[in-house]
Structure formats: C-alpha cells, structure tokens
C-alpha cells in the first residue's frame, strides 16, 4: 500500500515562507519513476495544480506561483518538496502531494493534505 503523508503547514504572514514536505512509502512504490505533484484546495473552490516534477527533474507550475515557489525531489529518501516564498493570502488552501505513474493513469495517489493559512 502506498501512503503519502505531507508536512510542513501552518499560519504564516504575507510575505513569508513555508517548505512543504511529502514522504512516500510503500513496498511496491518505485517512487522515483513517478510524476510528483502538489496540488490545493481553497474552501469553496477546486483542487487546482501547483507544481509537479518529472523523473527527468521536469517541472511545471501553475501561473499563479511561478516564480515564487519551487519544486524539487530526492529519490533517495522518497520525499518531494514544496518552497514557497512571498506567500499571498490567496494561497491559502490544504496542500496534497500527489504521486502519478507515468504509463498507468490507475496508479495515482493522494495523501491527506497539510492545511496553509496565509494572515496577518
């Protein structure tokens, strides 16, 4: 079974910083071949993509981010990471890590979600 357990949440001013973090596990889960990705949910909206990163260390990002936040991976500790700086208030949402097989569309895992409050 796969687990996707996110961390690094919390209260921040605007302006300020956070670093999400998502450690997979499983005995099965060739983390590093999948497509990894971080995703929100605002009260009242859709979970919409922030980031994702390739095996290939390709990354993509949702316009209203870029430039301010970044992904990256380490394959090594099966972890993926989310820098986000300049938070906005319109960030605020629950943060999903999410893990995407490259070939098999049913292959496709959430974790629980790390909430983000930007307030001042």
């Known amino acids: 079974q796969v687990q996707l357990v996110e961390s690094g949440g919390g209260l921040v001013q605007p302006g300020g910083s956070l670093r999400l973090s998502c450690a997979a596990s499983?005995?099965?889960?060739?983390?590093?071949?999948?497509?990894m990705g971080w995703y929100r949910q605002a009260p009242g909206k859709e979970r919409e993509l922030v980031a994702t990163i390739t095996r290939d260390r390709n990354t993509n990002y949702a316009d209203s981010v870029k430039g301010r936040f970044t992904i990256s991976r380490d394959d090594t500790k099966k972890m993926v990471y989310l820098q986000m700086n300049s938070l906005k208030s319109e960030d605020t949402a629950v943060y999903y890590c999410n893990a995407d097989h490259p070939y098999y569309s049913a292959f496709t895992y959430w974790g629980q979600g790390t909430q983000v409050t930007v307030s001042s």
């Open positions: 499983g005995i099965t889960f060739t983390f590093s071949i999948y497509t």
